[in-house]
């Protein structure tokens, strides 16, 4: 059996070198991996060898209760994680350190820990008890109990409307968490959008013109919400001089046209001099 120790592991397989390395070992790999399984009963770390980044592609991943697994220095793909059995209380972690990749799938109960330091994901992470960022992006959705940002940190959430990320409980922000979303249709109308569910304060999260961030409490839940704000409201014709009895048109625009708000209402300040409708 592999030792604690940093040591490149000469068999092919990796789902045989995690079987045999030894508990706080280390795997060194020295060309991409891939695995249709890839099972922790014993805290390992996987690394690509000097500065390199080779790829790590597993379909179904497990970690055992209490045990935790950390990817450094790989470009995780297609990195599915399962309960370990049907006993699992899920309390495995695990951390990705300097890593890139997407098609990261962690469901809500399979993980307790999920940590991002210093790397750029792609996926779902779900997380038990605490999803910890530290100059991370993660390019997706996420869903943990409580949530740690500490340095910089990026969120990109997908185009689909549906997923809308989660804080259980409590938000431990160092700096706000940049959010970026693209760039809007500039003619159309920009439906707001729940991004995270969340009592945490909408000043713990920033967002690139033209957007902006609301909290809003509804009947399900506390969100915050991206929108396009109005900047102004152009009256056409700005004056106007009419006979008593005569009726004139008058328009107002909204500014910009992709604002999110299109609602408007007409009112005069002295309706016995002149009455106004329309929508």
Known sequence: QLGKVRIAVSL???????????????????????????????????????????????????????????????????????KWDNDSRGSGNVVFKNCTGSGIEIADNVISNVTLENSQLGGRFGAQGILTLKNA??????????????????????????????????????????IQLSAPDTTTPYQERKLIETTADASNFTVSSPYQLKKQTEYNGTYIYAFIPVTSVTLTPETLSIEEGKTAELTATISPANASDQQFSWNVKDTEIASVYGY
């Open 137 to 178: 992006t993660i390019n997706g959705s996420f869903s943990t109990k409580d949530f740690v940002a500490k340095g910089n940190n990026i969120y990109v959430p997908t185009k689909n409307y549906r997923d809308t990320s989660r804080i259980e409980g409590k938000a431990t922000i160092e700096n706000a968490v940049k």
């Open 12 to 82: 092919k397989a990796i789902s045989k070198a995690v079987d045999e390395v030894a508990d706080g070992g280390t795997i060194i790999l020295l060309s991409d991996a891939t695995s249709s399984v890839l099972s922790f009963d014993k805290n390992v770390t996987i690394k690509s060898y000097d500065g390199g980044k080779y790829t790590v592609n597993a379909t179904s991943t497990y970690i055992k209760d209490n045990v935790t697994a950390i990817f450094e220095s790989v470009d995780a793909q297609n990195l599915i994680f399962w």
